[in-house]
């Protein structure tokens, strides 16, 4: 299996590298502008169908733009949101689980209260209030992927705080006289580590479909950008004539959604110590 623990995880690094390198070096490997229009060249097929070209290897869309170059452009926008999102969400959703399960009583009720009502309230509905407050764009997503998300990082780490403040080590720096401050970041917190990577894995995957349907609806990235989202939803209206406007960005989410996951599985089993 290709999860288990020293073996090389080669699925996920075939799935997610072409992202990361597109996502890091796309200004200098992508062929043509993104947003460069060719009305010479509107709809040419894949290369390997008749009528494509070489110089288009995935074709083009209802604006001659090359859709391999948007892809890629896609892929930096995908990772700047998906990234900052789920980094934002981990530091608020981090910081209150560890003061729920650290110092418990009226701030544990408070804080899993908030909690409680927000997984009551669905992530569309809030992506949508957020875009009617703010406008869409970049900042529309990124605020709609950590206010969803962090709400799963405080319960977690608030479970493993209750249970790690108990320990011998935490109570031997409470004798010690250490700070509350002390013992959450040099005791408890360390111990959060491979919980912490593990979910900020996995929440890749969910933060990039997230912001796939926010920009479809309209509320999340903007026209000219080169969002995968986006990209699907300019080409729903010509599936029967020109499938690969919306096949290609769909695939693209598919292939990195699954190679954050299986990742985050792997990640899983080689960071825990009973599987070691």
């Not at 947003?35 to 709809?43: K, S, Y």
């Not at 990234?83 to 003061?99: E, R, T």
């Not at 006289?177 to 111990?191: G, V």
């Not at 693209?252 to 080689?270: H, K, P």
């Amino acid at each position: 299996m290709f999860t288990r623990v020293g073996k090389v995880p080669w699925i996920p690094i075939v799935l997610l590298a072409p992202v990361v390198v597109w996502g890091l070096f796309g200004p200098w490997i992508w062929p043509h502008e993104p947003t460069a229009i060719d009305f010479a060249a509107r709809l040419k097929p894949p290369v390997w169908l008749e009528g494509g070209t070489a110089n288009h290897l995935l074709g083009t869309d209802q604006f001659g733009r090359d859709l391999l170059s948007r892809l890629i452009e896609g892929a930096r926008v995908a990772l700047i949101v998906a990234v900052f999102g789920v980094f934002l969400a981990a530091l608020v959703g981090v910081a209150a689980g560890l003061a729920a399960g650290y110092f418990g009583g009226v701030t544990d009720n408070i804080i899993m209260r908030i909690v409680d009502v927000k997984m009551s309230v669905p992530a569309i509905l809030l992506t949508i209030l957020i875009g009617s407050a703010i406008g869409a764009g970049v900042t529309t997503v990124v605020a709609a992927i950590a206010i969803t998300f962090w709400a799963d990082y405080a319960r977690v780490v608030r479970g493993e705080t209750l249970s790690l403040k108990e320990r011998g080590f935490v109570e031997l720096a409470k004798v010690a006289d250490c700070s509350h401050l002390r013992i959450l970041t040099r005791h408890i917190l360390p111990n959060l580590q491979a919980t912490i990577v593990v979910l900020v894995t996995l929440q890749l995957g969910r933060a990039l479909i997230l912001e796939a349907a926010i920009t479809y609806i309209g509320i999340g990235i903007q026209p000219p950008s080169s969002a995968w989202g986006l990209m699907i939803s300019d080409g729903r209206s010509l599936l029967s004539t020109a499938w690969w406007l919306a096949a290609f960005p769909g695939f693209a989410i598919t292939a990195t959604v699954l190679g954050a996951n299986l990742l985050g599985d792997w990640l899983r089993d080689a960071l825990d110590p009973k599987v070691r």
